[in-house]
């Protein structure tokens, strides 16, 4: 008995040995961590404080308080591994180490860490999709901004810009419904302009390519956002070349009232005049010749049109 007695004593001094062995591992892991994180060394800290942790764990009550301190330090490492990468511009990095820090988060009961990375994971796309649009790459900055969209579709910023990524692409569709969902979260005005900005592009093309037609759609459509004047020009223009006289005067005249100080304008008012001398319609033409007597350009020309009107 005795015997059995002194053998149990000696087991127990062997676990008792062995825990503080354990703990004294634990415990240099975990200074070893603070060390690594001191220097700059996150990704070191971040795997010391992991192995530091298991090792607590195995430790029970003891390791307790170094489990609680792990625990809180290793989602914010995780972060700030995050961080770093959007930094750098490693956006894939940056994402995947923001759900490593949301998982992180969940798991150690860290919500403030969960939110944050949450949080930033639409702004990184933004970024890689501003990246990429700088250069160019107007695809890979819709998908980015696509990938924004879809994590937060009440960014109205991710939307606005992903119209314009799908604008330079070619996909007005897709650009006008991506700026209409812009319009809904908080960028109205700036989406507003870009879809007529979007239009009036493809009408200058139009015209240029002689798609008259296309040309007068697409103004008019650019007019229905944002009232402007190139918009009226083009459709003038168009208008002109359709034969479509009344029209075009229309247009012009509503291009002149948009913009009475542009350089151009006494070059639309001999337009308007000629055009509606032509349609029989002599007072307008007269009046639209009088505005330009003084032009060194046309003044003579109206002088002399206005004397065969028999102008007042």
């Known amino acids: 008995m005795k015997k059995i007695i002194i053998i149990a004593l000696s087991l127990a001094?062997?676990?008792?040995?062995?825990?503080?062995?354990?703990?004294a591992a634990a415990t240099e892991?975990?200074?070893n961590g603070a060390t690594a994180l001191s220097m700059g060394d996150n990704d070191g800290a971040l795997q010391y404080f992991?192995?530091?942790l298991t090792m607590a764990e195995a430790c029970g009550e003891d390791g307790a308080d170094i489990v609680t301190n792990c625990k809180d330090i290793i989602p914010k490492i995780v972060l700030s591994i995050a961080k770093d990468e959007i930094k750098a511009g490693n956006y894939d990095n940056a994402v995947a180490k923001l759900d490593e820090a949301i998982n992180a988060g969940k798991e150690y009961g860290n919500a403030e860490v969960e939110t944050e990375a949450a949080e930033l994971i639409p702004q990184v796309y933004i970024q890689k999709g501003n990246t990429l649009l700088k250069a160019k790459d107007f695809a890979g900055a819709a998908e980015s901004y696509s990938q924004s969209v879809k994590v937060d579709s009440t960014n109205g910023m991710a939307s606005l810009r992903l119209g314009q990524a799908l604008a330079a692409a070619g996909d007005v569709n897709g650009a006008v419904e991506a700026y209409t969902m812009a319009m809904r979260h908080g960028q109205e005005k700036n989406a507003v302009k870009q879809i007529s900005n979007t239009?009036?592009?493809l009408a200058a093309s139009a015209l240029k390519t002689k798609n008259y037609d296309e040309a007068v759609g697409y103004a008019l459509k650019s007019n229905e956002y944002l009232e402007n004047a190139t918009a009226m020009q083009v459709a003038g223009q168009a208008s002109l070349q359709?034969?479509?006289s009344n029209e075009a005067i229309s247009y012009f005249e509503k291009y002149v009232a948009l913009a009475p100080t542009a350089?151009?304008?006494?070059?639309?008012?001999?337009?308007i005049a000629?055009?509606?001398?032509?349609?029989?319609?002599?007072?307008k033409a007269c009046g639209y010749y009088q505005k330009?007597?003084?032009d060194p350009k046309y003044g003579e020309t109206a002088k002399q049109q206005m004397t065969a009107l028999k102008c007042n």
């Open 13 to 23: 001094v062997s676990a008792v040995s062995l825990s503080a062995q354990d703990m």
């Open 29 to 31: 892991t975990y200074n």
């Open 50 to 52: 992991r192995d530091a």
């Open 199 to 201: 239009y009036i592009r």
């Open 242 to 244: 359709l034969g479509k």
């Open 263 to 271: 350089k151009n304008v006494n070059d639309i008012y001999y337009s």
């Open 274 to 283: 000629v055009l509606a001398q032509q349609a029989g319609d002599n007072s």
């Open 292 to 294: 330009i007597t003084s």
